[in-house]
């Protein structure tokens, strides 16, 4: 079992809002970061940090934290933003990393 | 830009040993404050975190797999690499290998390589 929790599947209607959550206990003291997994292809990483954005991230891609929960938002979500998100953090002794289940983003 | 590259049998049987090697090409992998990691995914399921290994040679592993992993770094090659003991069905999946590097409270992994498939059957 992963010791980052999210929510298996979530929809948002084209140019709506949405947000994707993480919750584990390791999020009190770390960051998570963000990665986009569409069919066939490696991941990509979209958020990293507080709220940082690789270089050609599109800035409708947000991340925060609170407590033991992390977010991804997607502000404006278009029909490419349809795919698998995973956050990944260190697990409880910080010194390993782990991911969360997925989860799965449909775009209507 | 830095691009990494796995490669390695895509057919293993059981209880023999997976071993898959990434190379990393457009940089050196003893440049910078970098750690180089191996994820798999099986068909159909999520990421799963296997280990990572730093230029210095020191290693993490995913407790679940830790009795039969090993990772090591070859500098003069450009290279790193995975070797999988006693495998089953249950260690098939997609693996990739990962650019990894952390700060005080983060981590991410921000180059990937694209991934091999590898069965494990008789």
């Known amino acids: 079992s992963s010791e980052l929790t999210q929510d298996p599947a979530v929809s948002v209607a084209l140019g709506q809002t949405v947000r994707i959550t993480c919750q584990g206990d390791?999020?009190?003291?770390?960051?998570a970061s963000w990665y986009q997994q569409k069919p066939g292809q490696a991941p990509v990483l979209v958020i990293y940090g507080k709220n940082n954005r690789p270089s050609g991230i599109p800035d409708r891609f947000s991340g925060s934290s609170s407590g033991n929960t992390a977010s991804l938002t997607i502000t404006g979500a278009q029909a490419e933003d349809e795919a698998d998100y995973y956050c990944n953090s260190r697990d409880s002794s910080g010194n390993r990393g782990v991911f969360g289940g997925g989860t799965k983003l449909t775009v209507l | 830009q830095v691009q990494l590259q796995e490669s390695g049998p895509g057919l293993v049987k059981p209880s023999q040993t997976l071993s898959l090697t990434c190379t990393v090409s457009g940089g050196s992998i003893s440049s910078g404050s970098y750690y180089w990691s191996w994820i798999r995914q099986p068909a159909g399921k999520g990421l799963e975190w296997i280990g990572r290994i730093y230029t210095s040679g020191s290693t993490n592993y995913n407790p679940s797999l830790k009795s039969r992993v090993t990772i090591s770094v070859d500098t003069s090659k450009n290279q790193f690499s995975l070797k999988l003991s006693s495998v089953t069905a249950a260690d098939t999946a997609v693996y990739y290998c990962?650019?990894?590097?952390?700060?005080?409270?983060?981590?991410?992994?921000?180059?990937w390589g694209q991934g091999t498939m590898v069965t494990v059957s008789s």
């Open positions: 390791s999020l009190r003291s770390y960051y």
């Open positions: 990962a650019r990894g590097w952390q700060q005080l409270a983060h981590d991410a992994f921000d180059i």
